[in-house]
């Protein structure tokens, strides 16, 4: 009987009834571990962090809601690197690192994939931030880590206003990136196309609440279970097809840039949400492709 382990982190080891945000991520790694005990596997979820499990013991692992790891990142990469080679990790370490920090997405735009117009700050960089605000267009830019989720240290800016002291601090001592504003972030939303295996499965708009730019449900945002047309599976399928690493499962996220084409925003390989709790059919094929 082969060991699975479900890897999520300390916050969620331990599922708050009537917490929706809780019991969302329980549904969704209950849709992945239905599919595994039919086919007669025993289940655990753990914390990657928890120093007590033996990681040996499983045959896989599987990454879901390690949701901390970009503030711990580090810990995170030094876990990832001491296991790899123990277990089987889905998806693999080389692409979880790659994934790991932003910059992966200049590679994917070397390869051909539109991205929004973006520039990287090192840290330190505060001058080289003001002068490259100056030739961005529009009013707005966003400010976001380089190693980060869910909008951690992201932020909405006007090139008419001076830096906060907290923004000059961060961006002494972590590296960012400084993209254009799109607009459609607040008017229509950002699509997320889940793949299994290379094959799309399904498709989310997620959408911000009135008046913010997060489209995460963190921050009140919604989402909706979508029909992409055409043009948009095709920009997916290319992401996916460009994509260099190995992944099992991916989420695309996309958007409508300034000038009315898609453009990809992130290309997310480590711990997405899946939405399998919206399409249980997914969670069995990503199930199948792991046990082939």
């Not at 090139?159 to 907290?166: A, I, V």
Request: net charge negative; proline share 4%.
């Amino acid at each position: 009987m082969k060991q699975i382990a479900i890897v999520t982190e300390d916050r969620y080891q331990e599922i708050i009834e009537g917490n929706p945000y809780h019991e969302n991520i329980l549904k969704e790694e209950r849709a992945l571990q239905v599919e595994f005990e039919q086919q007669h596997c025993l289940v655990k979820r753990v914390s990657w962090s928890n120093p007590e499990v033996d990681w040996t013991q499983f045959d896989l692992v599987l990454i879901r809601s390690t949701w901390d790891y970009f503030y711990r990142h580090q810990e995170f990469t030094n876990w990832l690197q001491s296991i790899d080679g123990a277990a089987r990790i889905v998806n693999p370490t080389e692409t979880i690192l790659w994934n790991m920090d932003k910059r992966y997405l200049f590679d994917l735009q070397q390869l051909g994939i539109s991205i929004p117009q973006t520039v990287l700050l090192e840290k330190g960089s505060n001058r080289l931030l003001k002068n490259q605000i100056k030739s961005f267009p529009g009013e707005y830019f966003i400010l976001k880590p380089t190693i980060a989720g869910a909008a951690k240290n992201t932020f909405k800016l006007s090139k008419f206003q001076p830096l906060s002291g907290e923004i000059e601090t961060l961006l002494a001592e972590e590296d960012f990136l400084l993209q254009e504003f799109l607009d459609s972030v607040e008017s229509h939303g950002e699509y997320s196309l889940v793949y299994i295996n290379g094959d799309l499965t399904h498709c989310i708009l997620k959408k911000a609440k009135a008046g913010d730019f997060r489209v995460q449900d963190d921050f009140g945002g919604s989402i909706h279970l979508v029909e992409p047309s055409p043009e948009l599976k095709e920009f997916g399928d290319k992401v996916i097809n460009l994509n260099p690493k190995s992944s099992l499962y991916a989420r695309v996220d996309v958007c409508i840039d300034n000038q009315g084409n898609f453009c990809l925003t992130e290309l997310e390989l480590i711990e997405p949400e899946l939405w399998f709790r919206l399409n249980q059919n997914a969670a069995k094929k990503l199930v199948a492709k792991i046990l082939a």
